[in-house]
């Protein structure tokens, strides 16, 4: 079983900078990709960045040149970065692992991100 800790989300003026951490209590070695998605109220789940193994990066057409993801390997984390937010971005952001050992894919309990105009 894997356990993800969310941090860091809350409220932010348009404009603003916030910055998610999330942290797998696994050991980084059976960890594959690991990644954010976001669910506002009435919207589909949707997939805001990727990080593969070897740093390779897929990010969502709406917060490209925005977002930055990151991982530590050694701390089992995984960060997002979010700069020049706007509204559209309030949701509620859930990061995951993808486990290699289980095949299993394994999510946060979600933070709420509330970006005001």
């Known amino acids: 079983q894997v356990q993800l800790l969310e941090s860091g989300g809350g409220l932010v003026q348009a404009g603003g900078s916030l910055r998610l951490s999330c942290a797998a209590s696994?050991?980084?070695?059976?960890?594959?990709?690991m990644g954010w998605y976001r669910q506002a109220p009435g919207n589909q789940h949707e997939l805001v960045a990727i990080?593969?193994?070897?740093?390779?990066?897929v990010y969502a057409d709406s917060v490209k040149g925005r977002f930055t993801i990151s991982r530590d390997n050694a701390k089992s984390t995984v960060n997002l970065q979010m700069n020049s937010l706007k509204p559209e971005d309030t949701a509620v952001y859930y990061c995951?692992?993808?486990?290699?050992?289980?095949?299993?894919?394994?999510w946060g309990q979600g933070t709420q991100v509330t970006v005001s105009s």
């Open positions: 995951y692992v993808d486990v290699s050992s289980t095949n299993f894919r394994y």
């Open positions: 990080i593969t193994t070897t740093g390779v990066t």
């Open positions: 696994k050991s980084s070695f059976s960890i594959n990709d």
